[in-house]
C-alpha cells in the first residue's frame, strides 16, 4: 500500500469519527460522563448509538479485509471470526476517557464466535456479542418491547454507558485498522506523523492497548 492510499483510508474513517465523537461530546452539555450518569438515556442517544453501530460494522468489514484480503463476510459472527482468528486477544483492547481520570473502557470484552457444522454440511458461526451491540440490535428492532430481565423497554438501553462503550469500540477498530495500514506501508513512504496525528485527533479517548501485536 502506497503513502497515497493509506492516508486517502485514514482520511476517510478518520473524518467521520471525528464528527461522532464531537456529536457524543456536544451531549456533555446536558449530561457530564460520569459513572452515576452512565443509565441515563435520551433521543439523542438513540440516534448516537444507532449512528455509531452502523459506522463500527463497515469499519470491521475494512479491518478483516486488512487482516485477511480474501475475507467475503458482511455479518458481526463472520467479523468475529476473522478478527479473533487473526488476533484472539483483540477482545481484551482498552482505552482510556480522557476527561475521567483513570476510567477504562474495554468494550470488545467477552466478544467470541461459536462454529458448527450443520447435518447438511454447512458451517454456521455464532457470536457472544458486547452488551452495546445487543442493544443496539435492540433499539433499532424492539424499541418498545420490554427487556425481561429488567422490565424496562430497551429505548431505554441507549443510554450514555452503551453509546460511550460503542464509540469506544469504534475508536478501537479504527485504531487497529491504522496501525495495520501504517506496518504495512513501505519504510521509504511511512510519515511518522501518521499515528501521532489519530491519537492527538481525539477529545475523549487517550491510550490504545491490545496485545498480541498486529498481525
Given at each position: 500500500m502506497t503513502q497515497s492510499e493509506m492516508s486517502r483510508s485514514?482520511?476517510?474513517?478518520?473524518?467521520?469519527?471525528?464528527?461522532?465523537?464531537e456529536d457524543f461530546c456536544?451531549?456533555?452539555r446536558y449530561l457530564y460522563i460520569d459513572p452515576d450518569n452512565f443509565s441515563g438515556?435520551?433521543?439523542?442517544?438513540?440516534?448516537?448509538?444507532?449512528?455509531?453501530?452502523?459506522?463500527?460494522?463497515?469499519?470491521?468489514?475494512?479491518?478483516?479485509?486488512?487482516?485477511?484480503?480474501?475475507?467475503?463476510?458482511?455479518?458481526?459472527?463472520?467479523?468475529?471470526?476473522?478478527?479473533?482468528?487473526?488476533?484472539?486477544f483483540f477482545p481484551r483492547a482498552n482505552v482510556t476517557i480522557r476527561k475521567v481520570d483513570s476510567l477504562m473502557l474495554a468494550p470488545w470484552l467477552g466478544w467470541e464466535y461459536h462454529q458448527k457444522t450443520t447435518k447438511r454440511g454447512n458451517v454456521h458461526i455464532d457470536a457472544t456479542n458486547p452488551e452495546w451491540w445487543t442493544m443496539y440490535n435492540k433499539v433499532k428492532h424492539d424499541r418498545i418491547a420490554i427487556r425481561p430481565e429488567t422490565n424496562k423497554?430497551?429505548?431505554?438501553?441507549?443510554?450514555?454507558?452503551?453509546?460511550?462503550?460503542?464509540?469506544a469500540a469504534l475508536f478501537i477498530v479504527d485504531s487497529y485498522s491504522f496501525h495495520l495500514l501504517y506496518e504495512r506501508t513501505p519504510n521509504e513512504q511511512?510519515?511518522?506523523?501518521?499515528?501521532?496525528?489519530?491519537?492527538?485527533?481525539?477529545?475523549?479517548?487517550?491510550?490504545?492497548v491490545i496485545a498480541g501485536g498486529f498481525e
Open positions: 485514514h482520511r476517510q474513517y478518520r473524518e467521520y469519527y471525528k464528527i461522532l465523537e456536544a451531549t456533555e438515556f435520551s433521543s439523542e442517544f438513540i440516534k448516537l448509538l444507532q449512528t455509531i453501530c452502523s459506522e463500527i460494522d463497515i469499519t470491521l468489514r475494512f479491518l478483516c479485509n486488512l487482516l485477511d484480503p480474501c475475507f467475503k463476510g458482511n455479518t458481526f459472527p463472520e467479523y468475529c471470526k476473522c478478527v479473533l482468528d487473526k488476533n484472539p423497554p430497551y429505548y431505554k438501553y441507549a443510554n450514555q454507558k452503551n453509546v460511550l462503550d460503542a464509540l511511512k510519515d511518522t506523523h501518521f499515528l501521532q496525528e489519530w491519537y492527538e485527533s481525539s477529545k475523549l479517548f487517550s491510550g490504545f
